[in-house]
């Protein structure tokens, strides 16, 4: 099968750290972060991994991270069986099997160039579709079929985070006004985390920077929408990470430090 070439300072690169971190952590630490996909994906892709000498607890919080917004999406799931689900940025990225319940829908939403490229990768699904859309192009908005009250839920890993507050602003009051009753869950960094990433993409050669910083969830979103409902913050390791014996204590003990200090948390806002 043909490997599909990802150039340096690309957008596609961007996402081969966060693939080749569960890829990683699912060889390593199975029992906790099962990743078959990944490490299959891994084997499909021309870039010189080699060159990253990515930190292991950088990986271990990519991993957290995919597997925290799948339960965040299952969660949503059970309150409302039969919302669609958005995959923004979903890069190469394959959560739907891990989320499906059998009856919602799934969008895999991202930049045409990076849609094409899944179509090697992956076959859909029933139930899923691929939007090929900037996440800030809200004329996505279309794709979604189900009805209003079936609800909308967004995750988003790896991806906002490179964007202004203005520009993810658009993007969530956009979502708010349109879809009440829906959510997005993402993650995000205070200034200190945001500081540490680009040093990690400044080392990998990627030329992106992460723009957006979040210090405070509650004090930064609220004022942007009247629409906007709960806002959540998740800044302790998942109980599954801190009791697995497969992941060193170490390695354990700094990403919840990391977590507690801010460096990296979840979000997640409700819609009124």
Not at 153 to 160: A, E, N, P
Not at 166 to 178: D, S, Y
Request: glycine share 6%.
């Amino acid at each position: 099968m043909e490997k599909i070439k990802i150039q340096k300072n690309t957008v596609m690169e961007t996402l081969v750290l966060p693939l080749y971190g569960r890829a990683y952590c699912s060889k390593n630490y199975p029992d906790t972060f099962p990743d078959k996909e990944a490490e299959a994906l891994i084997d499909r892709i021309d870039y010189d991994f080699e060159h990253l000498d990515t930190n292991k607890l950088t990986t271990v919080v990519w991993a957290v991270r995919k597997r925290f917004l799948c339960d965040r999406a299952k969660a949503y799931l059970a309150k409302k069986p039969n919302a669609t689900i958005v995959n923004l940025g979903c890069g190469a990225d394959d959560s739907f099997p891990d989320v499906d319940n059998g009856k919602c829908r799934w969008i895999n939403l991202d930049l045409p160039d990076i849609i094409e490229a899944r179509k090697s990768l992956f076959t859909l699904r029933e139930r899923e579709k691929n939007a090929p859309y900037s996440a800030f192009d809200t004329s996505w908005f279309g794709e979604v079929e189900t009805k209003p009250e079936d609800g909308l839920f967004v995750i988003s890993g790896g991806v906002l985070m490179y964007f202004d507050d203005e520009t993810v602003k658009g993007l969530f009051t956009a979502l708010a006004e349109r879809f009440p009753g829906g959510g997005i869950c993402f993650d995000a960094e205070n200034q200190a985390g945001t500081d540490k990433s680009n040093k990690v993409l400044e080392k990998s050669g990627n030329t992106n920077k992460c723009l957006l910083v979040v210090d405070d969830a509650e004090k930064k979103f609220r004022p942007w929408s009247e629409n906007f409902g709960t806002i959540t913050t998740f800044d302790k390791l998942p109980e599954y990470v801190r009791k697995a014996r497969s992941v060193p204590f170490t390695t354990r003990k700094i990403v919840g430090m990391g977590m507690k200090m801010g460096y990296v948390k979840m979000v997640e806002i409700g819609f009124n």
